[in-house]
Nanobody
Framework: QVRLVESGGGLVQAGGSLRLSCAAS????????MGWFRQAPGKEREFVVQ????????YYADSVKGRFTISRDNAKDTVYLQMNSLKAEDTAVYYC???????????????WGQGTQVTVSS
């Protein structure tokens, strides 16, 4: 079982940037596909991005493509999400996620972080 702890959320103005981090412990980090989901008030949790074990393959949701960048450091057991050009509609709780094969849907997620709030003011 993997344990995930997010950090880096906060309040930012529209057009600004934030960087989220997710530190993993437990099972070997490099064996996991990693990524991020988000959940806005009154909405379902939605997929944002995933990165494969080596970091060589990345898949973004259309809503964040070109603005968000995911990366991972397997030596530090950490995955990052750089969020630029933030919009009010990016406001949500962001959850780090881990899976064995893919995490593009919630059904394949093996572990979740506790979430970190991102609020973008317009």
């Amino acid at each position: 079982q993997v344990r995930l702890v997010e950090s880096g959320g906060g309040l930012v103005q529209a057009g600004g940037s934030l960087r989220l981090s997710c530190a993993a412990s437990g099972r070997t980090f490099s064996t996991y596909v990693m990524g991020w989901f988000r959940q806005a008030p009154g909405k379902e949790r939605e997929f944002v991005v995933q990165i494969n074990r080596s970091g060589g393959s990345i898949y973004y949701a259309d809503s964040v493509k070109g603005r968000f960048t995911i990366s991972r450091d397997n030596a530090k057991d950490t995955v990052y999400l750089q969020m630029n050009s933030l919009k009010a509609e990016d406001t949500a709780v962001y959850y780090c996620a881990a899976g064995s094969i893919t995490i593009t849907t919630r059904d394949y997620v093996n572990g979740w972080g506790q979430g970190t709030q991102v609020t973008v003011s317009s």
